[in-house]
Nanobody, 115 residues
Framework: QVQLVESGGGLVQPGGSLRLSCAAS????????VGWFRQAPGKEREQVAR???????VYADSVKGRFTISRDAARNTWSLQMNDLKPEDTAVYYC?????????WGQGTQVTVTS
C-alpha cells in the first residue's frame, strides 16, 4: 500500500506561484503514474496534470503553460509547480498514484488564490 502526503498549499495573490509536493512511501512501492487533481467547492474533482514514469507529462487545457509536473525518482516525490495562478485555480489539490499495488490518494492540500 502506498501512502501519499501532499504539502505546499497556501494563500497566494493572483499571478503568484506555489509549488506542491507529493511524497510517496510504503513497502515495495511501484508507481507507474502520478496525477494531480483538484476539487473546488461545488465542482467535481478534475485532473490537472499527470506523468507516466519515463513518459511525457499531460496537462489540462486550463493549466497548460502555467503548471509543470515533475518527478524526483531518488526521493520518490512528485511536484506540481504552479505559476501565474488565477482565482479559478482555488481548490483542494490531491495527488494520486496508480501502480501495481492499486490506486492511492493523498489527503489534499488547500490552494487559495485571492487578492
Amino acid at each position: 500500500q502506498v501512502q501519499l502526503v501532499e504539502s505546499g498549499g497556501g494563500l497566494v495573490q493572483p499571478g503568484g506561484s506555489l509549488r506542491l509536493s507529493c511524497a510517496a512511501s510504503g513497502r515495495n512501492v511501484t508507481i507507474n503514474i502520478v496525477g494531480w487533481f483538484r476539487q473546488a467547492p461545488g465542482k467535481e474533482r478534475e485532473q490537472v496534470a499527470r506523468i507516466i514514469n519515463n513518459g511525457s507529462p499531460v496537462y489540462a487545457d486550463s493549466v497548460k503553460g502555467r503548471f509543470t509536473i515533475s518527478r524526483d525518482a531518488a526521493r520518490n516525490t512528485w511536484s506540481l509547480q504552479m505559476n501565474d495562478l488565477k482565482p479559478e485555480d482555488t481548490a483542494v489539490y490531491y495527488c494520486a498514484s496508480f501502480g501495481i499495488g492499486g490506486t492511492s490518494w493523498g489527503q489534499g492540500t488547500q490552494v487559495t488564490v485571492t487578492s
